[in-house]
């Protein structure tokens, strides 16, 4: 069984700013294991563009994963598709070779905020897989905790390369970025919280509008 | 970025570069015709699959297309 992971990053962002920045998001100051990068086949399918590259990364292991990969290099296909009309980009990406050993497939979906004007939500979905037998769940469990702790890192450089492309944000972002962990923390007491608010704030709105029942 | 194929740098920057603007400038507003770097696309193609194959990338698995078919892999136990 393949481990699950999941996270949600809210970039300070437009949608149609973030859709830019995806094709410009190497080199930044967190993808210095990202050594080449090449578009491998792209076109217009109805409305949307679909697009395959290709990434040659390092792969840094520890040294009881060498015995099941002898490689310094990854090589990585990101299959894209972005849809202008409805503003969803969507991204599809794993290893090429090795993926009997451990399989790292992650989905990110970008969509403009419903409820914030201006930026843009992705939700990251993960899966670790390995089908070497007896290490398997090793490789699994390494494999996830790796993935969580780059998370922030490439968020941390999509938001970097998004802040050159677009500095008019700059004097935001800091505030955003710092905001951003502590919104997902609050966003579901929040989301109580206006509900409620929204309940004790009806008969107040309706006081002070006495022409509406 | 850089290329995997080194005689492909100048190649894929002048492709990158059109692009970029094709994308912010046609196809963000509408425009689905795609034939503005079309020219630099197949050049830099050309120079990008002979290096895949110097560097012995299997390129029929990077032919299969996954995104938006049932390969996919699903989220598990899903909310239903």
């Known amino acids: 069984m393949p481990r699950y992971f999941e996270s949600t990053t809210v970039f300070n962002f437009s949608w149609e700013q973030v859709a830019q920045a995806f094709w410009r998001r190497y080199p930044n100051p967190n993808s210095k294991h990202v050594l080449t990068e090449d578009t491998i086949s792209r076109e217009v399918r109805g409305d949307q563009l679909v697009s395959k590259r290709l990434l040659r990364k390092t792969n840094a292991l520890p040294k009881w994963a060498e015995r099941f990969i002898n490689t310094k290099h990854v090589y990585i296909m990101e299959e894209s598709s972005v849809d202008p009309k409805n503003k969803v980009l969507v991204t599809y990406t794993r290893n090429l070779g090795f993926a009997k050993v451990m399989s790292v497939t992650e989905k990110v979906v970008y969509r403009e905020s419903e409820n914030q004007p201006g930026h843009t939500v992705a939700v990251r979905s993960a899966w670790i897989d390995s089908q070497v037998r007896g290490f398997s769940k090793a490789i699994c469990a390494f494999g996830y905790e790796r993935f969580k702790k780059n998370c922030h890192k490439m968020a941390g450089g999509f938001n970097h390369v998004l802040m050159s492309m677009y500095p008019v944000h700059q004097h935001l972002t800091n505030h955003a970025t710092a905001a951003a962990s502590a919104k997902n923390k609050l966003k579901d007491a929040a989301k109580n919280a206006s509900e409620l608010a929204k309940a004790k704030a009806a008969p107040i709105y309706a006081s002070l509008h006495p022409n509406q029942s | ?80």
Not at chain 2, 7 to 33: M, P, Q
Request: proline share 2%.
């Open chain 2, 1 to 80: 970025m850089n290329s995997i194929g080194e005689a492909c740098n100048d190649l894929k920057k002048e492709y990158d570069s059109c692009f970029n603007t094709w994308f912010s400038e046609h196809f963000l507003r509408g425009n689905t015709n795609d034939s503005m770097c079309a020219p630099l696309f197949k050049v830099y193609q050309d120079c990008v699959k002979k290096a895949m194959k110097d560097h012995q990338i299997d390129l029929k698995e990077c032919e299969k297309d996954l995104l938006g078919t049932d390969q996919e892999r699903k989220v598990p136990n899903a909310k239903s």
